[in-house]
C-alpha cells in the first residue's frame, strides 16, 4: 500500500536558511526611493542625510526609481545565495553586457520572446507591455511600467537599458558603489545580529511545520498547488513546477515589505531552478537600532497623523496599554489579545512607523515597550500643527469619491 506524498514536503529537503547580502544591498535602495513605502521612516532620513543632493540628482541619468534595485538581484549566479559586496560589484562588472540587458528585461517582462524582439529592434517596450497578456498587466502595473508613460521613472531607466546599457552599467554601478560606502555597510553591520536571530527561529518554525503552513506564517505571497506540485506568483501568474526546483533558499529581509522573490536558472541545468524567498520580518526595526548605536545620529521627527493612526486602531491601543505596563514579547501579546502573531507584526509595524516602540533583545527573544516621550510629545506637536499654523493639510483618501 502506498500513500500520496505532498510534493511541497519534497521540497523541504531542499531548502536551506541563509542571512544575505544578496538581496538586502538592493531592496534597501528600493525601500529608500520608494515613495509608498512606510517601513524604517528614521533610517531613510539619516541614509538621505547621509547621501545628500548629489547621489539623488545622479540617479535621474538612469531614472530615479525603485523598481530597478528590486531586480538586480536577478542578474546574481543563481547557484549562489551568500555575497560579500566586493563580491556584488565584481559579478555585476564583469558580466557581459547583452546579459545585463537580458535579465533586467527578463526580470520585468517575464517573455524571453519578447527580450529578444526588443534587443533585436524588432519591437519597442511600450509595444511589448501593451500586447502582453491581462495577466501580466497585473505585474507591469505594479512595477509602474503600465499603463506605459514615458515621464515615469522606472520606464526612463529601462529605455536607458535598451539604448544605452554601457551607460546604465557604470551609473548603476557608481551609485551602489557610493550607497555602500556612505550608508549601507554600517547599516548591513548593525542589522545582521537580529538577521541571524530571525533566520534561527524561522527554520525551527520550518522544521516542525508543512511547507504550505511555513509560507503562510512567513507571509510569502506564493500560491501552492498540491496537487500539480506548482508554486504560483500571486502577481503575475508565474510558475514554477516543485520538481524542477534544485534550491529552495529561505532569508530574512527588513526590507522585502513587498515580499517579491525569485526563481532563476541554475547554472548547472537549463531546466531546474533556483527559488530565493527572502521573507521580510516586521520584526525588524533598523530605526531604533541605528539611532542607538550610531554615534551622532538623532531620533525620527515625530509625525503625529502617524501616531493618531497607529492608536486610533482598537487592536493597536489595546497592544499599546499592555506593552505601557511592562515588556512584552510579540508572542505574549498575541497569546494575551487571542490574535495570530502575523496580525500582532502587522499592527506592529504600524507603531513602528508612528516611532511607538522601543526593542530590546532579551534571553532569545524581543521585548516591545511602548516609548513614553513619543505619547508626551505628540500632543504638543498636534496643537501647533492644527492651532498655529497657516496650513491647510492635504486629504489621503483610500477610495475615489463617487460623482452624482
Known sequence: MTTDV???????????????????????LGV???????????????ATAKLGQEF?????????????WVALPTLLPADQSEF???EVEKSLSEMEIRDWQEKLLFACLHFPDLVTEILEGKCNLKRAINKSPKRKKEWFSFTGLYPYDEDQPIVQNYESLIARPDQH???ILSLLCIYWDEVFRDTWRLCSPALERSAAAKERLFAVCTFEEFTREALLRVELDTEKGVLHAVR?????????????????????????????????????????FPYFDPEIQLDLVEVNHVEGLTSPEIDAFLVFKALGDSTRFAIAGLMAQKPRSATELAS????????ISHHLEAMRSANLLREEP????????????????????????????????PIKRSRRQKTK
Open 169 to 171: 552599467r557604470q551609473e
Open 6 to 28: 505532498d510534493p511541497f514536503e519534497r521540497l523541504k529537503n531542499k531548502a536551506r536558511f541563509s542571512v544575505s547580502l544578496r538581496f538586502e544591498l538592493f531592496y534597501s
Open 32 to 46: 529608500l526611493l520608494d515613495p509608498e513605502s512606510r517601513i524604517h521612516q528614521g533610517w531613510k532620513q539619516q
Open 236 to 276: 503575475g501568474g508565474e510558475q514554477n513546477d516543485q520538481s524542477h526546483i534544485e534550491q529552495c533558499t529561505f532569508s530574512p529581509s527588513a526590507f522585502n515589505d513587498r515580499r517579491v522573490w525569485s526563481a532563476l536558472k541554475s547554472a548547472r541545468s537549463k531546466t531546474d531552478d533556483c527559488v530565493f
Open 336 to 343: 494575551l489579545l487571542e490574535v495570530s502573531k502575523p496580525t
Open 362 to 393: 532579551e534571553a532569545g527573544s524581543v521585548k516591545l515597550t511602548l516609548v513614553r516621550e513619543t505619547i508626551e510629545k505628540v500632543s504638543g506637536q498636534a496643537i501647533g500643527k492644527l492651532f498655529h499654523s497657516d496650513n491647510v493639510f
Open 84 to 86: 560579500t559586496f566586493e
Open 56 to 68: 539623488f540628482d545622479r540617479l535621474s541619468v538612469v531614472g530615479h526609481a525603485w523598481q530597478i
